[in-house]
């Protein structure tokens, strides 16, 4: 096994024993890998360990990301049969991967990006403004399933973080989730670190309570089910307040 495997274990892990922790079903957690800065090797290394849903920051970056590991998948399919071997340091696929790599945009997208994140992702989980969520819905190439949206809510207010205020969330999930090409999943919180498990738990919790009255408020034609909190220092404490997808960067591919 790779260093990343092995991480990719460890990481499972602790979400294991977190959910044990507070009662819930660790399959009711989705991990996302979140590989910004490094190259499609380290994403063939963990999808050979059964990783699939990969979460980007940079969207050029991440497009071309997106496109090695399609050529990479390519390559396997004729090299397979020819003998030889990939120039990725992984082996080359030998057909189709079982579960195709689901790409997640989770970093921020001015205007001009939005074309680039409606043609190559699968999610985007960083939507804060009703401007950015139009520009994705018609910009969305009809032969693909509708792009899989979350809202960014500033939980905390932080001054320098993106995302919709809580006091907004609600009226722009109802816009949101009334354009075509998209389909509103949930939300998505990057607040400050806490100085500690029951401070980090208090905040994520809010992100839940808000989560829980939108779904409550009857202005979505369906629930939303994704609660994307929680990274690798406070993974515990977000899946204690309920999240259903960490976004795990450090702990699976190392530091930057």
Known sequence: MTMI??????VHARIAAACAACGRDPG?????????????????????????AFGENYIQEGVEKILSVLRWEADGLR????????????????GPLSIPP??????????????????????????DRLKIAQRLSEQRPEHLPPLQVCLQVNIDGGANKAGVSPDDALALAAEVARLPRLQL????????????????????????????EINAAGVLP?????????????????IHAGSTMVRVGTAIFGGR
């Open 28 to 52: 009711d957690v989705r991990l996302l890998a979140v590989s910004k800065t490094f190259g499609p090797d380290a994403v063939i290394e963990a999808l050979s360990g059964g990783q699939s």
């Open 5 to 10: 495997v092995d991480n990719l274990q460890a």
């Open 102 to 127: 689901e790409w997640h945009c989770i970093g921020p997208i001015q205007s001009n990006k939005t074309r680039l994140v409606a043609e190559h992702f699968d999610w985007v989980q960083s939507v």
């Open 185 to 212: 999943r949930g939300i998505m919180s990057i607040p400050e670190p806490a100085i500690d498990f029951v401070a980090a738990c208090a905040i994520h919790k809010r992100a839940a309570g808000l989560f829980g």
């Open 222 to 238: 369906r629930a939303m089910d994704t609660l994307s909190m929680g990274m690798t220092a406070d993974l515990e404490a977000a």
């Open 79 to 94: 090299l397979s049969s020819s003998g030889h071997s990939s120039a990725f340091r992984s082996p080359p696929s030998a």
